[in-house]
Structures are given as C-alpha cells and as structure tokens.
C-alpha cells in the first residue's frame, strides 16, 4: 500500500480538511470521520508533525479530527524531506504579514499608545514603519512587521478612515498634534490616497461606528482593533462590549483597556466568556492586558502559568482611593506624640479629592473611585479571568461560580477622616486602606436551586482595612497599587505597580498589538 505523500489542511478552522494521499483525496469537514474504507488508504506506519498552538497530538484514523492550523504527515521520508517539513513548519509560524490598526477612541490613552507605536518603530530597507515581534510556537526569531493605522473613531473630535481596501494610511503624527491642538479629524490625515475616504466632523453614534467595523473588518481593511473608550461600569458596560463583539464577528483581533466586558454578564451569561468563544469561533485574539492595574502583565502572567488554580486574590486595586488616603495620612508615621495625641499633618477629605483630580487620576463619576465600585470591577475581573478556564470548557454547567458586581459588598472612604486615621495610628501604628479581596470556598450542591453537584465561587469583599506594619499593603502610597495572588501550588506572588501613569496603560495595549501579531497570520 502506498503511504501518505503529504496532508495539506486548509488555513481556518473553518475550512474543510483535505487529506491527500499518494493515490486519491478526501474532502471533510472538520469534526468530521473517516469511513473505515477511506481509513484504510491511511497508511498506520506515517510520520505525524502537527503544528496546533505548539501541542501534539496524533489523527489515528478513528478520532474526529481537531481544529488545526496546519498538518504535514509523510512516510518512509528521506532526511532531506524531513528538514524541508521543518522549514515547512518554522514558516506556519510566521506573524501578521501587516499590522492594520482600528484606535477606537483618541483620548488619553490611545493617544500615548499611538506615541508608543511611533517611539518604539522600527525600519529597514524593506520597511518603513516597523514592530520587532517574536514568533510564538516556541520559536525565539524575530522579524520586523509593518503597521500603520487606518481608522481613528472619537466620539467628540470626528473620525477618519482610509478607503476600504486600499494601501492608504492616517499620518499619526499629525493627527496627534492636530488634536494636542483642540482639533477635529478629517480626510486630510490620510496619506498615499487620491479615493474618497470615510470622515466627518461630527459626533459618532454607536450605530455608525457599529456599521464602521463591521465594513473595515469584512473589506480586511483593518486586521486589530484597539478599543479605549469610556463605558458605564453601573449601566450595561456599553457601547463597548457591543463594539469588541462586531470586530470580532467581522474578522478582526480586539486589544482592549475596557474592564466592562469581564465584569459584566449578558442573558445570565459572562460577557467575557461570549466574547472569547466568538473569538474562538472566529479564529481571532481578544486580550485586555490594560483593563486591570494600568496594563501590568498581570493576564499574561496567569496565562503562562499551566496547571496552577488561584485561591486568594488580595491587593489595593484603585489608585484614587489609595492616593486619597495617603494624603489624609500626611507624613503621620513622622509625627512626634504630644501628650498621648497624634497631631493631623494630612489633608482633609475634600482637599485630598481635589489633588487626585488634579492629577488626573478621578473617574468622570467620581464615586466610582470613592464608594469602592472601581476596585470591585477590577476584582471581578480577575475573578472571572482565573474561572474562565474551567468555565469555558463547560459553559453550560459552571465549576465556580462569579457572583454578581452589585453582590460584591462595598466600603466607601467616604466615612474616613483625619480624627480615625490619626487614633488608630496613635493606639496600633495601624493604616487604613481601601482593600479588595477574594477568596475561593466550595459552595455545597443545592437541588431546590438547580445545583446538582458542589462547585466553587469566589467570595469577595472591598472593605476598609486598618493594616498593620508587616502587611504587604502597609507601605503603599500614592497612585500605586498592588495585588497579591495565592494558590494551590506555590507561595504568594505580589506584584507592585509604582505610580502608574499612561504610559503603562498605553504599554498594556501595545503589548497586546505585539502579541496578537506574534500569533496570528
């Protein structure tokens, strides 16, 4: 019998299989199995090299076959063979031939990320424009990749696009200086084109900017959509979850700094969950490296950490309420005592407020920062980050559960002032901060409710903790914030953002662009 010459998958886990042996082929969609007649033109004897996200695994004839990449299977091979096989593979692992950015939103944040992506270029004789990105596929090769943005949409200063399809790009330096300037976006900003572009000087509405993506990602305009915008964390989360869930429907990668989409849920079900099987389902990365502690690599941490459960989340998650409590404190740790009292050095409430706000560092609403819904999102969000795991493999029959944002009991520092703080320092050296915490505890089944086996949930709380002085919480001031995680496995893992400004949000956005780019074709 003669061997299998070679197997040839098509590109998409959507495409149909083709397996093409020495004699005849075979057309199946994927899922799909071989008779036993068919089975018997695959010759047991081949050499399998599959290439799915750096896994191995083995098509015996009688399994369903898996969504891949790509397969090569030869028999009886020469050395010769087998090294152009590799070469074969090395180039299944090549990156995004073009990076063609969507910025959805030109505030603060992606107006930093587009002066990253300018200060972090890089060019050759081939390439003007450039990002370095590293292969994935355990691969350390490197090339230079070129990127350009073709759609800026704001909600207040316009939007511009380039025309659909077309080689054109957005001149970034100018339209940065030409909104630093108090300016408006138009069709002059776009360069290399003499098509009519898509702009206006008005303001977007979510059902344009919908219809936007929807062209922009189905044209194969844009490949990355960048998403930054505000949303309303006590509404619904929206516009922007409707907005990540059109670009990845379209065919587009989605980079985002948006909380809301793993904090919320939509029909009973995880917003975020949704929005990583449509992903899935569409062959697309959605990553949201800036969406908890101004893109420390917090989610990609936890993502290369195989095997290994959380089971206690604790840390100082919003940097007003931080900064705001430290300012009430003062230098009290370098207060001499006078007859048994504390003299107050700090600031009062109001006045502590109207420095953060100064800074730049207050939510538009500033209660979200100070009665703890801020850092109950972002608790949330790592929640529902460490369950998705377990919960998306079996979405319909959850292992832990994530309570609810409005379940999630809510200090507010609101009650916190200068008399508190100094007695308390004066009786324990003890300070007091906003802290976010959870737990993860089993939670017995319960029939009368549709449980039918033990699960777990999270057990979560933002409450105002007076720490002592060998808590890892103690020493936190300013805009910093901290988080310390605990698992099954190993010891406590704490880390530390000192200060953050946005140019570490900004960074979380472009680290997700390099990666998507890295893992994607």
Known sequence: MAGIESVWIGVGTSQPVRLVTSSKSFDRPRGSKLSASESESV???????MLRSGRDARYDGENALEPFTIIIVVTNCSDNLMMAVRSILDISTARMKEIRIVLLGFGSANRTLAQMLLDKSEKDDSCRQCLRVVASGGTSTSELVPWKVVCIITRRHGRVCVPHSSKSEINVEEALERIGAGGILDATLVRNTNEATTSTAHSTTTDDTIKLLNELGKTQTANIVVEAIPSNPKSDGEPAMSF??????????????NKCPLTHTRNDKETYFELQEIAKRNEKIYLHESAVMDGVPIFSFWNNLPGVTCTKIRGLLNSTSTMILSRIEGNIDKVVESDGQVEHVGETFEEALEAAKKVGIVEEDESLDIDGWDAAMKLRALCVFLSSSVNLSSPEDHDVIVPPLEAIPRDSIR??????????????????RSVASAELVD????PAIGRHHPVKTWKMSVENEFLSQSDPLYNLNGSSASVQFSSDVMGPISVVSQDP???DTAYGLFADVVRIASQSS
């Not at 939670?443 to 319960?446: N, Y």
């Open 415 to 432: 009650q916190i002032n200068p008399e508190l703080i100094c007695t308390e320092f004066r009786t324990s050296r003890k300070k007091v």
């Open 244 to 257: 990540i869930r059109t670009a990845l429907q379209a065919g587009m990668h989605v980079a985002s700094a």
């Open 501 to 503: 400004t946005l140019m």
């Open 443 to 446: 939670l017995p089944s319960d």
């Open 43 to 49: 010759d047991d004897a081949f050499t399998e090299i």
